[in-house]
């Protein structure tokens, strides 16, 4: 039964309590909502996407500029600085949230990929796209020194 002062105050608590041990829907990334509030307070990501071009033949785009680096983003954020992550964690549905597209995968690895070296070739750094370092020129496999 309620106490008094949650009755005068108008609260109301479900006395129905279920408890399930299946493990149902769990994730370790909780800290990316949070994450995700930081950034829409100060825009980050909409100012970044802003400044990113968009040439995409929209006929072929499945996932915008703006879903791709929040992906990207929040990823690098939870602890998966490589972008191999990405196919895996495509379907993972804290990651849906904060990108804003729950229930609909996101970009897999070679997307992410493809995304960032189409930036690096629009500001002169297509050097990233062979190396797979952005700034470093790619060089032929050698053997280490003695």
């Avoid at 992906?71 to 972008?83: K, L, N, P, S, V």
Wanted: proline share 5%; hydrophobic share 35%; with cysteine.
């Amino acid at each position: 039964m309620a106490t008094e002062c949650h009755t005068r105050c108008g609260i109301t608590f479900q006395r129905k309590v279920t408890a399930a041990f299946d493990g149902g829907e769990i994730t370790s990334d909780a800290g990316l909502l949070l994450v995700r509030e930081f950034d829409e307070r100060l825009g980050l990501t909409a100012a970044l996407r802003a400044a990113v071009p968009d040439d995409r033949d929209r006929r072929y785009v499945t996932h915008d500029v703006l879903t791709l680096l929040r992906q990207r983003i929040y990823q690098i954020a939870a602890g998966y600085e490589d972008a191999n992550d990405a196919t895996y964690l495509r379907h993972d549905p804290t990651l849906q949230t904060v990108a804003q597209r729950l229930g609909t995968p996101l970009a897999s690895q070679p997307t992410l990929w493809r995304t960032r070296c189409r930036g690096a070739r629009s500001t002169g750094s297509a050097a990233c796209c062979a190396s797979g370092s952005p700034g470093m020129p790619w060089r032929a496999a050698s053997r280490p020194p003695n």
